[in-house]
């Protein structure tokens, strides 16, 4: 089945330790995006990649980065991860081509900063 | 100001009645209203959409949603709810503009489903 794969689904890291969350997508979408979510609430957009192209958000934290090395791989780097950063984090993608451009997310990577 | 306000932070009802999760959205155009679940530490799953193909639209696990224009809502509903369908629900919004599409996410509504 075509699918959005997070891997791992539980990290933990120490507080400045840089960590890497890994999203893969077999789905062929050209777009994919990276969400931040806190515990109840709704998820915030991070950025997007739109092809090769990378979208910022305003509000996203010069900690957090992002690589697309292909169609199918989006890493999600945080360089010095802080307690704030402690979170669920998705991944999803879209097809651009797709009129109502509906998203698939991945199961979500849940961050522990210790 | 282009917006999604779901009414509810949350819902509890018993198994077998039915649900209603209320979203109003406030958008200059034409919007794409899509409506996900999430259970615990899962990812959000697609219920359903709305594709202006027709106002009532159905999604999976028996959920409907009604597209109003007049109302600006796009509330979801189930006839009968079952303990499996406690969950978080996003009522979502796609905004496509001059500078592209943004989504917009409105806060959640939690159903919680009693024996």
């Known amino acids: 089945d075509a699918m959005v794969i997070q891997n791992p689904r539980y990290q933990v890291t120490q507080f400045g330790k840089p960590v890497t969350l890994s999203c893969s997508q077999t789905?062929?979408?050209?777009?994919m995006y990276w969400y931040q979510q806190k515990s109840s609430q709704a998820p915030k957009l991070l950025f997007h990649y739109y092809d090769k192209d990378f979208n910022n958000e305003a509000d996203t934290p010069d900690n957090f980065q992002s690589r697309r090395p292909n169609t199918s791989f989006c890493f999600l780097d945080i360089r010095s991860p802080g307690l704030g950063d402690a979170a669920m984090y998705l991944c999803?993608?879209?097809?651009?081509?797709?009129?109502?451009?509906?998203?698939?997310f991945g199961p979500g990577t849940r961050l522990t900063v210790l | 100001a282009q917006s999604v306000t779901q009414l509810d932070s949350h819902v509890s009802v018993s198994e077998g009645t039915p649900v209603l999760l209320r979203c109003n959205y406030s958008?200059?155009?034409?919007?794409?209203l899509f409506w996900y679940v999430q259970h615990p530490n899962k990812g959000l799953q697609l219920l359903l959409k709305?594709?202006?193909?027709?106002?009532l639209v159905k999604g999976i696990n028996g959920f409907e949603a009604e597209f109003k224009k007049s109302e600006t809502s796009f509330h979801l509903t189930k006839p009968s709810a079952h303990m499996s369908d406690a969950a978080e629900y996003f009522c979502?919004?796609?905004?496509?503009?001059?500078?592209?599409?943004?989504?917009?996410f409105g806060a959640g509504t939690r159903l919680f489903v009693k024996a």
């Open positions: 979502v919004v796609l905004l496509r503009g001059t500078g592209g599409f943004k989504t917009i």
């Open positions: 999803a993608t879209s097809s651009s081509s797709s009129p109502y451009n509906e998203q698939f």
């Open positions: 709305y594709t202006s193909a027709a106002t």
């Open positions: 958008s200059s155009y034409s919007p794409s």
């Open positions: 789905l062929n979408h050209n777009v």
